[in-house]
């Protein structure tokens, strides 16, 4: 069963703290992994798809990368404006669906 | 339109009413999914649409939710006998195409609430 866990659940941090959100996954034949941005009362946002391992795309201060298990996404000197919601998911080769986690909820405090 | 509209925004009904859901996706995306999120989790898959059919409905969690998309374009969720549980975000999203290459994009959602 195609499965995405991300952590930390909830990340604290300081304005210019650099840190990395986690998501690993189980998928039958990756398709595509997927992050997302999630503001309070709105929809997803789309971030970056990855397609294979060794994989990078970079948007202002975030980076994600992914390899055979899990995607990182890095943020570099945050601001209070990256706060939100960061949502992972996968497609696998069995369905069209996005199988998503449960999120990592960022702070980013001035 | 400019991006994935969906109406209500909000919607609260009483345990047992039947309630729609609009869906209007982007123009020319043939691809629409609607999605069901609880506080707290990410979005869970509900129906996915190619064109005019249903071509996965795998998600719906019984026969009181149905989706329709009679022309292609715009979709309604129905869902009967409401129940508390069913309180959620209701996302529908949409893709140019069905391929992996495809972006899915969202819309901002229609909460419901049932009392």
């Known amino acids: 069963e195609d499965q995405v866990t991300q952590s930390p659940e909830a990340l604290r941090l300081q304005e210019g703290e650099s840190s990395s959100l986690n998501c690993s996954y189980t998928?039958?034949?990756?398709?595509?992994l997927f992050w997302y941005r999630q503001d309070p009362g709105k929809g997803p946002e789309f971030l970056f798809t990855?397609?294979?391992a060794g994989e990078e795309k970079e948007k202002e201060r975030l980076k994600a990368t992914l390899t055979k298990k899990e995607s990182f996404l890095h943020i570099t000197a945050p601001k209070p404006e990256d706060s939100a919601t960061y949502l992972c998911a996968v497609r696998g080769d069995s369905s069209y669906k996005l199988i998503f986690g449960s999120g990592t909820r960022l702070l980013v405090r001035p | 339109g400019a991006g994935v509209s969906q109406t209500p925004s909000n919607k609260v009904t009483e345990k047992g009413k039947y309630v729609e859901l609009r869906c209007d996706p982007i123009s020319g995306h043939t691809a629409l999914y609607w999605y069901r999120q609880s506080l707290g989790q990410g979005p869970e898959f509900l129906i996915y649409?190619?064109?005019?059919?249903?071509?996965?409905d795998s998600g719906l969690p019984n026969d009181r939710f149905f989706a329709v998309r009679p022309e292609g374009s715009v979709s309604t969720l129905k869902i009967q006998r409401t129940e508390r549980g069913d309180s959620a975000v209701y996302l529908c999203?949409?893709?140019?195409?069905?391929?992996?290459?495809?972006?899915?994009?969202f819309g901002e959602g229609s909460w419901l609430t049932v009392v």
């Open positions: 649409f190619q064109g005019t059919g249903a071509a996965d």
């Open positions: 990855l397609y294979s």
């Open positions: 999203a949409s893709s140019l195409g069905q391929g992996p290459g495809n972006t899915i994009y």
């Open positions: 998928v039958s034949g990756l398709r595509g």
